[in-house]
C-alpha cells in the first residue's frame, strides 16, 4: 500500500472490502472514475455505493446514460437493496438515456442533463452522484474535442456543488486505460478504479484495483471480486499484521499412535495439511479428526469438494467411523459442493458465510487442491491462503487434503503451496513391494512440538485407524505381507524357544521330584537305623544292669565284701 502523509476526507462506500484497500473510501466531493469490460460490475459497484450511502441517510442521484432506470431498478431489486424504501427520501433515479437511433438536430452537450440534474440536487438535498455509462453519452459528440470539452464542463459543474460523483465507462483491449476516445478521463478524475472480467479456465473471474488516487495511499494490487446475492465484495487478506490467537491446548487426531507421533496431537486452532496420490487415506484421516473432534461435542464443518455427503458418511463406516450420529445431533455439518460450478472466490464468500453461522472448532476441507479447477492455480493459491487466514482468526483448527503432484508415489508436493504456512504437514505415500500396495504416513513438519521422523505403515481396518510399529530387517523398513510373515517368523521362533524353555523347566521339575523322592527313602532309612541304634544300644544297657544285678548277688551269698578297684582305700 502507497501513503501520503496527508490523508483527504473519504466517503464510504459500504462494500466490504474496498473501503480497506482505499483507507476509508472514495475521496469526498471529488470526481471518481470507475472503468471496466462488459459484466466487470461498473454499475453495481457505483449504485450499491450510492444505496448504502442513502441507507445512511446521505441522499444521492444515479444518472443512467446506458440504461434505462426502470431495468436497472429491476435487476438491483435481486440484490435485496430495498430501493423502494430509499426512493422515497434519499435515492433518486435520472433516466438520461439516449438511444444513437433517434433524430438529433444541432451541437449536443450536457447543458441540458445537468440542468436537470441540478434541480434534483437541490430538491433532495443530494451530497453524492452517480453518471453510468458517460462513454455512451461522449460518443454521441462531434470528435474528442467535443468530448474533452463536455467534460471539463461537467467536472466544473461537480466541482461547483461539492458533490462526491462517480462516472463509469467501458474500457476494452489489452491496456483499457488508452482508449483512443476518451483516454484523458483518468487525467482528470481525483481516484481511478478499474473493473475486470475475464474467463480463465473456463471460469468467469472478476477483479478490481485501484489505478490512482490522488492525496491517498491505497493498495495497488488487483484484489478478486464476487457479486453476490447481496451485491459486490471485494476479497482482501484482511490486516497486514498477523495477529492470529495462539493456544498451547492440544487435541487428538483421532489416531491414537498418530497422537504419540506428534507428542500429544494437534495445536488447537493450527493449521494441518495432508498430502498424497489418490486413495491413500486422506479423507479417512480427516473423518477421523472430525470424529474425534465431535466426541469431544465440538461443532465440525466438513466441506467435501466433488464427493456428496452421505457417501463419504457411507464410505467411512467402513473403517468403523459413524460420522452419521454426529449428523444427527447438529455436531457435524457435511457440505459438499462442485468445484467448477463456482468460482475461487463465489466458493470462499459461501465458505466464510457458513463458518459464521455454524460456528465450527475445527473445519474439514477435502480436497483443497480441487479450488484449482475454479479459475486456475494462481486464483486457488490465494484464496485457499486467504481461507487459512480466515479460519485461524477465528481460532479455528483446520485440517485440509491436497493432492500431490507428480508421478513419484513418495514425493512429498504441495500443488497449491500452503505447505509453507501449515503448521503440521504430513505426507501418505504408497509403499509398493512384493506384489502388493500399502499405505505408509510421515510427518514432513509439527511447528512448536516434538514430532517423530519415522515412517510408519498405516492400516485401516473396520475399527479404524492404526499405525503399525516401525519394523526394520536388513536396514530396510517392512510393510505389509513382508512385515506380517517376518512378525510370524519372529513369533514361531519365540514360541520354539518358548516351548524348548517350557521343556527344560518340566525335566528339570522331574529331576528335582527324583531327587526329593531319593532324599526322602534316605530320610526314612536314616531314620530306621537310628531306631534300630537307639534298640541295640538299650538292649546292650539292660544286658549290663542283668550282670551288676548277678554279681552283687553273688557276693550277699558269699557274705563278702564287692571287689574293690585297683588303689581304692580302706573307709575309716
Request: with cysteine; net charge negative; proline share 4%.
Amino acid at each position: 500500500m502507497t501513503h501520503s502523509g496527508h490523508t483527504p476526507r473519504k466517503s464510504p462506500t459500504g462494500i466490504s472490502g474496498f473501503d480497506e484497500l482505499t483507507g476509508g473510501g472514495l475521496p469526498h466531493s471529488r470526481i471518481t472514475v470507475v472503468l471496466g469490460s462488459a459484466g466487470a460490475g461498473k454499475t453495481v459497484f457505483s449504485l450499491q455505493t450510492l444505496v448504502n450511502a442513502a441507507a445512511r441517510g446521505e441522499p444521492g442521484i444515479f444518472v443512467a446514460f446506458e440504461e434505462d432506470t426502470r431495468r436497472i431498478r429491476e435487476n438491483a431489486d435481486s440484490f435485496g437493496w430495498k430501493l423502494d424504501e430509499l426512493e422515497q427520501e434519499r435515492l433518486l433515479f435520472v433516466d438520461a438515456y439516449v438511444s444513437p437511433t433517434d433524430p438529433m438536430s444541432g451541437d449536443f452537450d450536457l447543458g441540458g442533463v445537468l440542468a436537470q440534474v441540478a434541480q434534483q440536487v437541490e430538491t433532495l438535498g443530494a451530497r453524492r452522484v452517480v453518471f453510468d455509462g458517460i462513454d455512451v453519452l461522449l460518443a454521441l459528440l462531434e470528435g474528442p474535442g467535443a468530448a474533452r470539452r463536455e467534460l471539463f464542463r461537467l467536472f466544473e459543474w461537480l466541482a461547483a456543488r461539492d458533490l462526491t460523483c462517480i462516472l463509469t465507462a467501458k474500457a476494452e483491449g489489452p491496456d483499457p486505460l488508452a482508449s483512443p476516445q476518451y483516454g484523458y478521463l483518468p487525467f482528470m478524475a481525483d481516484c481511478v478504479i478499474l473493473l475486470q472480467h475475464a474467463l480463465r479456465e473456463r471460469v468467469s473471474v472478476r477483479g478490481i484495483r485501484v489505478v490512482k488516487y490522488r492525496g491517498s495511499g491505497f493498495s495497488e494490487n488487483e484484489f478478486p471480486v464476487v457479486i453476490t446475492g447481496e451485491g459486490m465484495e471485494v476479497a482482501t487478506y484482511g490486516r497486514a499484521d498477523l495477529t492470529h490467537p495462539v493456544s498451547s491446548e492440544r487435541i487428538s487426531t483421532g489416531v491414537a499412535e498418530l497422537d504419540d507421533m506428534l507428542d500429544g496431537g494437534y495445536f488447537r486452532g493450527s493449521s494441518i495439511l495432508l498430502t498424497g496420490a489418490p486413495g491413500v487415506a486422506k479423507t479417512t484421516l480427516s473423518g477421523s479428526f472430525a470424529d474425534a473432534s465431535c466426541a469431544r461435542g465440538e461443532r465440525v464443518l466438513f466441506l467435501s469438494f466433488d464427493e456428496p455427503a452421505d457417501q463419504i458418511v457411507r464410505n467411512l463406516s467402513s473403517v468403523g467411523l459413524g460420522l452419521g450420529r454426529w449428523v444427527q445431533e447438529g455436531l457435524l455439518d457435511i457440505w459438499s459442493l462442485r468445484s467448477e460450478a463456482r468460482g475461487v472466490e463465489e466458493h470462499l464468500i459461501e465458505i466464510k458465510k457458513r463458518l459464521l453461522a455454524f460456528r465450527p472448532r475445527a473445519l474439514v476441507v477435502d480436497p483443497l487442491s480441487a479450488l484449482a479447477k475454479s479459475g486456475g492455480e494462481v486464483a486457488a493459491v490465494d484464496g485457499s491462503l486467504r481461507l487459512l487466514d480466515f479460519a485461524k482468526s477465528q481460532g479455528i483448527t483446520v485440517l485440509c487434503t491436497s493432492l500431490q503432484e507428480g508421478s513419484d508415489p513418495l514425493s512429498e508436493q504441495s500443488s497449491l503451496q500452503v505447505s509453507t504456512i501449515a503448521d503440521t504437514w504430513f505426507h501418505l505415500s504408497y509403499h509398493v513391494r512384493g506384489g502388493e500396495r500399502n499405505r505408509a504416513l510421515t510427518v514432513v513438519k509439527s511447528r512448536g512440538m516434538a514430532h517423530s521422523n519415522q515412517v510408519r505403515e498405516m492400516i485401516l481396518t473396520r475399527h479404524g485407524i492404526t499405525l503399525a510399529d516401525v519394523y526394520s530387517a536388513g536396514g530396510d523398513v517392512l510393510m505389509g505381507t513382508a512385515r506380517y510373515e517376518k512378525e510370524e517368523e519372529e513369533r514361531r521362533l519365540a514360541a520354539d524357544a518358548a516351548a524348548g524353555a517350557e521343556e527344560r523347566r518340566r525335566d528339570l521339575e522331574r529331576a528335582e521330584a527324583e531327587l526329593r523322592g531319593r532324599m526322602a527313602a534316605m530320610q526314612r532309612e536314616l531314620a530306621a537305623l537310628e531306631v534300630q541304634r537307639e534298640a541295640a544300644g538299650a538292649k546292650v544297657q539292660r544286658a549290663l544292669d542283668e550282670r551288676e544285678a548277678v554279681v552283687s548277688g553273688i557276693l550277699r551269698r558269699r557274705g563278702a565284701e564287692p571287689a574293690r578297684e585297683p588303689g581304692q582305700a580302706d573307709q575309716p
